[in-house]
């Protein structure tokens, strides 16, 4: 089974601080994304890496940063965070086979920032 | 401007009963479909998914339907149980490209 681990369930910081999220996948998957999920707002894509050392923005990478130093760990940075990045943070990881598109998710870090 | 859009924010069925969710796009370049289900505090799970080459594809008790040129596809679930209940998101790629997800669809199911 495949297996996306994100490094925290919940956690809480302070307005200001710097906030690493950390997220690996053990099936040699190219791919790695990350994504919000807000009420009402779905899942909205931050940064995506389609090999190690390559980025690129999503549609909200505003306030956040990435680095794919390996290939199974996508780790997503808050420089500074704000009460506006308060949410449910998720990382997925994804390959293409004869089945088609497969893209799985870890379980999320709810963040909460004070 | 969205291009894949859910709109129903939630759904109310009764056991036993089929659901249907509902899934529309506009980008005529999305060559493949999926949908995950979601649970309160857990990351989204893969369903089923669909390429444009086909019109259905059927797993167990759920089956997607895609109708390429309403540029429209649902997600069946039959017979519809208690532990169906989550969120629903129904996602579009062109490609190789980032998944483009819908805002979701929150589904009851009432015993």
């Known amino acids: 089974d495949v297996k996306v681990t994100q490094s925290s369930r919940y956690l809480v910081k302070r307005t200001g601080e710097k906030v690493f999220l950390e997220c690996v996948q053990d099936?040699?998957?190219?791919?790695m994304f990350w994504y919000r999920q807000d009420p009402g707002l779905g899942l909205r894509l931050i940064y995506f890496?389609?090999?190690?050392?390559?980025?690129e923005k999503g549609d909200i990478p505003e306030g956040y940063s990435v680095s794919r130093e390996k290939k199974e760990r996508f780790s997503l940075i808050l420089e500074s965070a704000s009460t506006n990045q308060t949410s449910m943070y998720l990382c997925?990881?994804?390959?293409?086979?004869?089945?088609?598109?497969?893209?799985?998710f870890g379980p999320g870090t709810r963040l909460t920032v004070l | 401007d969205q291009q894949v859009k859910q709109n129903s924010p939630s759904l109310s069925v009764q056991e036993g009963r089929i659901s249907i969710l509902n899934c529309d796009y506009t980008?005529?370049?999305?060559?493949?479909f999926l949908w995950y289900k979601k649970y309160p505090a857990e990351g989204p799970t893969f369903l089923i998914s669909?390429?444009?080459?086909?019109d259905k594809n059927e797993d167990g008790r759920f089956t997607v339907f895609l109708n390429k040129s309403a540029k429209h596809l649902s997600l069946h679930i039959v017979p519809s149980q208690p532990g169906d209940s989550a969120v629903y998101f129904c996602?579009?790629?062109?490609?190789?490209?980032?998944?483009?997800f819908g805002k979701g669809t929150r589904l009851s199911v009432i015993a």
């Open positions: 997925a990881s994804r390959t293409v086979s004869g089945r088609g598109y497969e893209q799985f």
């Open positions: 099936m040699d998957h190219e791919n």
């Open positions: 890496s389609y090999d190690v050392k390559m980025k």
């Open positions: 980008n005529s370049m999305f060559d493949y």
């Open positions: 669909i390429s444009s080459i086909k």
């Open positions: 996602a579009a790629l062109s490609g190789n490209t980032p998944l483009v």
